[in-house]
T-cell receptor, first 114, second 114 residues
Framework: DTEVTQTPKHLVMGMTNKKSLKCEQHMGHRAMYWYKQKAKKPPELMFVYSYEKLSINESVPSRFSPECPNSSLLNLHLHALQPEDSALYLC?????????????FGDGTRLSIL | AQSVAQPEDQVNVAEGNPLTVKCTYSVSGNPYLFWYVQYPNRGLQFLLKYITGDNLVKGSYGFEAEFNKSQTSFHLKKPSALVSDSALYFCAVRGVPNTDKLIFGTGTRLQVFP
């Protein structure tokens, strides 16, 4: 069992839909991450939050909108996505930013854009 | 610039034989090095890390890795492979002084045959 929980596990949406991905951790970690992963490729960093503030945005298109309501939750709001956005979206957390502790990953949300 | 190379897309090994998954890195300063494993339809699971100290690092599931500063390598090893070890393995690095990002290699698929 992973300590980072992501919901939903699967999501199919049309290009005009609005949906949200959710991530939750109760390890007291203060850094949280969103990654996008295509099949058989490494994860690509999208966003990093540190102490509930956005620290890094890797030039992600505005159709992806992150939100960190509190230290345990991380959301990714989706709107007007494109077929090429179909991927596995992974959330991760770590004790803090810029430390030597590993990131803990959830099992991801598999997103399909019709 | 930091980078990680995993020169083998796939490694095949017979069950019971030793396995090695190769990783080389390039960072300015001292590296923090990590190995993660990803099973189908799962997130990344942390296996082990090298921060400082003993060059031989032991991790989960009987895996170990050897840090070699002169060769800038951090190869993952296991004395006796199991069929259940078949998965996708990622090496990752953070440079010191730390950046906020984990840089992943391209991944190596390990196939263990009965």
């Amino acid at each position: 069992d992973t300590e980072v929980t992501q919901t939903p596990k699967h999501l199919v949406m049309g290009m005009t839909n609005k949906k949200s991905l959710k991530c939750e951790q109760h390890m007291g970690h203060r850094a949280m991450y969103w990654y996008k992963q295509k099949a058989k490729k490494p994860p690509e960093l999208m966003f990093v939050y540190s102490y509930e503030k956005l620290s890094i945005n890797e030039s992600v298109p505005s159709r992806f909108s992150p939100e960190c309501p509190n230290s345990s939750l991380l959301n990714l709001h989706l709107h007007a996505l494109q077929p090429e956005d179909s991927a596995l979206y992974l959330c991760a957390s770590s004790q803090d930013l810029s430390d030597n502790q590993p990131q803990h990953f959830g099992d991801g949300t598999r997103l399909s854009i019709l | 610039a930091q980078s990680v190379a995993q020169p083998e897309d796939q490694v095949n090994v017979a069950e019971g034989n030793p396995l090695t998954v190769k990783c080389t890195y390039s960072v300015s300063g001292n590296p923090y090095l990590f190995w993660y494993v990803q099973y189908p339809n799962r997130g990344l699971q942390f296996l082990l890390k090298y921060i400082t100290g003993d060059n031989l690092v032991k991790g989960s599931y009987g895996f170990e890795a050897e840090f070699n500063k002169s060769q800038t390598s951090f190869h993952l090893k296991k004395p006796s492979a199991l069929v259940s070890d078949s998965a996708l393995y990622f090496c990752a690095v953070r440079g010191v002084p730390n950046t906020d990002k984990l840089i992943f290699g391209t991944g190596t698929r390990l196939q263990v045959f009965p």
